[in-house]
């Protein structure tokens, strides 16, 4: 495949009935004659992407994510300026996917488009929105005093658990997504056209409200008002979903579960 992705792994990440997937859509998983390893992996992450746009399937967008997560994430290091603000690589990697599979449908592969370059203009809109954010400093970087600063890192048990839980986080994102997803197809159409302007495409309200003949401030409210209306769509289902669950255990488990992720209503 090419340096980060052994066949060994390729034939992990694309096997089974997602490999059936792929070939009934006309994507093969063989290089092909004179195509360089660079070349397979853009065309196999583009007809991953594509299957995902068609169809939501959550195995396919793991094994994208398996597939290419390691390219963007040396791109979006490469992104990374040295600044005030400290920017974590990884953090704006998780960002971007989320708005990867969020704005799926706008994804095109028409005209030899391939993921790559799509993946590449969500996640440096990543990189700018993580920029934007106000500097973060530790007091405990620099102690008073002789004594040592505080060691951070996880203990080998820590670790060990965290790893259990990456698979159980792992399916809380995707029916966080899911959510997401019926809550943005509720959404007026001006409202998702405009949303997916502001963050993937990273237009500016101005920019925006030139072409739409409207204010720069109205624009911003647009955004607000939508970004308001799918926060409370998502907290309305996903407490429908817990409220049966959460007979037994008291009246604010409802509430200590879906602060954390959406905030408060």
């Known amino acids: 495949m090419d340096s980060t992705t052994s066949p060994a792994e390729l034939a992990s990440i694309l096997s089974g009935s997602l490999a059936q997937a792929l070939l009934a859509r006309g994507v093969s998983l063989e290089e092909l004659e004179g195509e360089a ?28 994510h398996a597939l290419s997560h390691r390219h963007l994430l040396n791109w979006v290091r ?7 603000v400290p920017l974590d690589a990884q953090e ?50 620099l102690p008073e005093g002789l004594q040592e600063p505080m060691d951070r890192r996880a203990l080998p048990d820590q670790v060990a658990s965290q790893q259990e839980d990456v698979l159980h986080l792992r ?25 997916e302007w502001v963050e993937i495409e990273g237009r500016s309200y101005v920019d ?10 109205n624009i911003k409210v647009i955004v607000f008002r939508a970004r308001l209306r799918l926060r409370a769509e998502m907290r309305r289902a996903m407490e429908g979903a817990l409220r ?15 602060t954390p992720l959406i905030g408060v209503a």
């Open 208 to 217: 925006l409200g030139r072409e739409l003949g409207l204010r720069p401030n």
């Open 37 to 64: 390893p660079a070349g397979r992996r853009n065309r196999l992450e583009t007809g991953l992407m594509a299957l995902v746009r068609d169809t939501g399937d959550e195995a396919a967008f793991e094994a994208l």
């Open 171 to 195: 399916r809380a994102m995707g029916l966080f997504l899911l959510h997401y997803q019926r809550a943005f197809g509720l959404l007026g159409e001006r409202d998702r056209a405009i949303l």
């Open 244 to 258: 049966e669950r959460a007979q037994d255990a008291g009246s604010g488990a409802v509430a200590e579960v879906l």
């Open 78 to 84: 490469s992104r990374i300026l040295p600044g005030r």
């Open 92 to 141: 704006i990697l998780q960002d971007a996917f989320v708005n990867i599979f969020c704005y799926r449908h706008s994804f095109r592969d028409e005209g030899g488009r391939v993921f790559g370059a799509w993946a590449r203009t969500i996640a440096a809109n990543a990189v700018r929105r993580a920029a934007k954010q106000p500097a973060r400093f530790s007091f405990q970087a």
